[in-house]
């Protein structure tokens, strides 16, 4: 039977090997990228580990028909990148945290072996009704519905 977690491992995988995540990371950040199954949010990584991406589950639901087991479960993708650049009026981890949220979803959608569909995208805020990002911490919450099946 294959497990939630164990995909979300797949997908820790997907995202350290990506070439495309590497090159981006490399040329913005002149590192590359951490990827965590799991975190505390109590103890959330710190800034030295950035750009990083953290995965996790919200909730499944499992059907059984006949011999299959088909299980729905929903996943986040929480990327956080540092960037202190500004031009002009242009603050670059708005543009940079979209483009790494952006290569990271098409480098899973590209490479699991499960159907995923990306449904929401937000921008996590101590206020909902103003979701503004804080310089120089950028952040960005994905999350996606992801199908397995099994016989």
């Known amino acids: 039977m294959i497990k939630i977690s164990d995909v979300l491992i797949d997908i820790q995988g997907i995202l350290l090997s990506s070439s495309a995540i590497g090159a981006f990371c490399q040329?913005?950040?002149g590192k590359a990228i951490s990827v965590?199954?799991?975190?505390?949010?109590?103890?959330l990584e710190n800034i030295d580990q950035c750009p990083y991406v953290i995965l996790?589950?919200?909730f499944s639901n499992l059907e059984r028909k006949n011999l299959a087991i088909n299980i729905d479960a929903n996943l986040y993708a929480f990327f956080c990148i540092y960037q202190k650049?500004?031009?002009g009026n242009v603050y670059a981890g708005v543009t940079e945290i979209d483009e790494f949220?952006?290569?990271a979803r098409w480098e899973i959608i590209n490479n699991i072996s499960h159907p995923i569909e990306f449904m929401k995208e937000y921008i996590p805020?101590?206020?909902e009704e103003t979701p503004l990002r804080v310089?120089?911490?950028?952040t960005l919450i994905d999350t996606a519905k992801i199908k397995i099946m099994e016989k």
């Open 27 to 29: 040329v913005k950040y």
């Open 36 to 43: 965590f199954v799991g975190a505390d949010v109590n103890n």
């Open 56 to 58: 996790d589950r919200s």
């Open 85 to 87: 650049s500004i031009t």
């Open 101 to 103: 949220a952006q290569i």
């Open 125 to 127: 805020s101590e206020k």
């Open 135 to 138: 310089h120089p911490i950028y």
